[in-house]
């Protein structure tokens, strides 16, 4: 146990820490199942049904995200390419980008390029760190207005001399893929409400426990973080499903002992290995969102990236888990593929 | 016990269940403290403190909101007086009233008597049952145009051939003082954001714990139930302060459980007694929001009132409690007074 605490715990790197930054892995483990067996079939089955089974070895099921996102992609451009054939309308995603943030060109190239793979149009623009709020404001009213595009994301964060609530609140709501806009989250949050679109990195924590058949009426459910982005809207789409929800952040006394109180964990914190394996229910399921660059030497680029949850100790102890990196990251960007799919299908009343 | 247990049974009344309708009683008791005492003086303190004390008897003190209630009205009828004489206006709230429900009635001669009292214009308009949606929006869309009017509000429930969704939607968001809205709701869940109103029943669950001094930061609050105008955004306003909060409700399969680690219970569920003294941690605040009637023959009326929570039992283990009626239900609407006072300072750019 102590190697292993040991194992677990590293020093943030030097490097920015991703903190709950948009878009990022997660980890999944199934709920009231302490062991299980997933039966897929890779193409047409879109379930990946979990069977109980108690003479496995004590080791928790991985969660693909990267698989599933795959599988969640080639649906998408079946539906795009029959969109395309019946109505003639292709979906279309705008990017806005300012400045020239290394991490925020590459979460946009990568965009760009899942688009390419579900025949969605990417639009984009870059605008120069030192563009002026009015020129943002002027590229987003364009998008608002250009009936070829369905989705507009502006990629976070802006530069330091805009106001992030002012450009985000210009992108028009039926466009707005992102989620993030109050009324979407209101909506999210109201029984009897439908928001327009669900938020992507929560929306793809929910879509790993589906597609992984675990059950989410009635369990215990704790969310670690309370971010806008994230946590939040997580506790609200777990709310939905009939989980009893508790939500764990900064200032809860005694965050051990309410997430050893649950069947699903969603971790998105942004504190390298923050849960330990100790604090986990046996056969909780992890879906771990953080994402926190780490000191490690033996890497050639002199750092590795972890989860909020101590990976070796849970894997341990949980039925499921998705891992950090290829858990939620890669559902994150099909989430906003679909979320665009939905935006096109919604305004040209296509089914 | 068991004769106590015997005492909080009580089937519902053969009366219509008031469950979770518009503005109604509350229960509370404090949340570390085991014992308190309040230090009051009526006129002049805003907060009522609270001290703990080890060698008071074994009862919860009585968290008394007809008396908080009338200290924020005559709070409120000194800004209201300072606002007219300083600026000219007076502010406006109007109710739309449809049908001849009984209770519906009540309710809203009570608004308007509370208006009374503190020097708020009181606005009417009674529609017959068979009124069309058309003529309800009418109505709102006129109140909305009006500068005179500054909190609208559409008595629930409507008749069942309106749609209650857009009759709410159609009121300004600036007037809309029951904070129903979905982008105040989603204002409510986000941090960094600010709602322009808070709904009135769980504003006044937190008010009487601001007011009695209970300490919410870092505190275990279970909410139980999840309705749109109570449960769910007395959850966020828990949350907003730092509160870690866990939500029960109809699929949660072990209630009491989660209910014995809070150390703030807001029940707002609608079913008489549900809440046992067994349930309750030692020292717990519970605000009942409850307020339901039971046969009693020993009553004028057959019936009498109760909350969610089995008070007899309750007061003996919390700290302090809310009593039904006499709790929660006349800090209601003294919410909703405050909500128009805030509303026409904002619309005239008063401070």
Redesign the interface.
Known sequence: MASSLTHCYSSPSSTTTLLLRRRHPINVGPTSLRFFTIHSSPSSSRVLSIAASATEASSAKVIDGKTVAKQIRDEIAVEVSRMREAAGVIPGLAVILVGDRKDSATYVRNKKKACETVGINSLEVNLPEDSTEEEVLNHIAGYNDDPSVHGILVQLPLPSHMNE?NVLNAVRIEKDVDGF?????????????EPLFVPCTPKGCIELLHRYGVSI??K?AVVIG???IVG?PAA?LL?RE?A??????S????PEE?IRQADIIIAAVGQPNMVKGSWIKPGAVIIDVGINPVDDPSSSRGYKLVGDVCYEEAVKVASAITPVPGGVGPMTIAMLLQNTLISAKRIHSFE
């Open positions: 609530q806009h109050p009324l979407n989250i209101g909506r999210l949050a109201m029984r009897g409400r009426k009635g215990r309370r971010s806008n939040m609200l709310q009939d009893t929800v508790s939500i764990v952040h200032r809860t006394t005694n309410i």
